[in-house]
């Protein structure tokens, strides 16, 4: 957003290296007035744009049964196809300088959790469509890579205490009766207290992932996947996606 605090913020730097620009992934129109003015403002559109790193997220929680068909489109809407609209619209142009999408995933494209469906979603998508992109930017010389960040939900902000609130009475106000009733209030409850511990854990420092993203951008030969994250994540998701399901269930539910 052009009047957000974080594009003020980006703007008081006064950076001749930086230019601002109005994007919401979400709209079409944006998404192509975004590229035409990158491509107005590259100092020779022949040599193309280096790199496109997709960071636009959101997320947000809540059981299967409890989860509207809306929840589900919007939050794909922004971390799927927002990412796929953006990077299409100048693909074109990366092409030309055979240089770099990246793609922020998540921990959650390669695992699934309790509560987080509409998220790992949107998040496992991201991480076929950028599979299917590194195989066919190969002739091109473009290389693709994938962020999967680990709990950086202090460092983010992209859950608060406020945030776990406001869904909770959302996610049981709108639940169908029957749900309501099977479920059961005090599972519910215990369920939402869960995820507002969960609010103030994980990472509070973002570099881990800000030097992967940078290395991939810049590196010569940058990974295919960098995983920003605790260890105990990371030996979860190594577990999850290298063991018999029987075994990691049994480990982790």
Request: neutral net charge; proline residues 4%; contains cysteine.
């Amino acid at each position: 957003d052009k009047d957000g605090e974080g594009s003020k913020e980006l703007e008081e730097l006064h950076s001749d290296r930086m230019k601002v620009v109005q994007l919401d992934v979400c709209s079409d129109e944006q998404v192509k007035k975004a590229a035409e003015y990158i491509k107005g403002n590259l100092e020779d559109s022949q040599r193309g744009l280096w790199a496109v790193v997709n960071n636009a997220g959101v997320s947000t929680f809540g059981e299967v049964e409890f989860t509207s068909m809306d929840t589900y489109r919007q939050v794909s809407e922004v971390n799927l196809w927002g990412t796929i609209r953006v990077t299409k619209a100048v693909l074109p142009l990366i092409r030309r300088a055979k240089g770099r999408v990246v793609n922020i995933a998540s921990m959650y494209g390669r695992m699934g959790n309790r509560l987080r469906s509409p998220y790992c979603v949107s998040k496992y998508a991201v991480e076929a469509f950028s599979d299917c992109l590194r195989y066919e930017m190969k002739t091109w010389g473009v290389k693709v890579s994938i962020i999967e960040p680990g709990n950086y939900i202090v460092a983010t902000g992209i859950l608060t205490r406020d945030i776990v609130a406001t869904t909770a009475n959302k996610l049981w106000n709108e639940a169908p009766a029957e749900v309501k009733e099977d479920y059961g209030k005090t599972h519910f409850e215990q369920y939402m207290s869960l995820m507002r511990s969960y609010c103030s854990s994980g990472e509070k420092d973002m570099t881990p992932v800000l030097d992967d993203i940078t290395d991939a951008i810049r590196s010569k030969h940058p990974y295919t996947r960098y995983s920003p994250m605790e260890p105990h994540w990371w030996i979860r998701m190594q577990v999850m996606t290298h063991l018999p399901g029987a075994i990691s269930d049994l480990l982790y539910f």
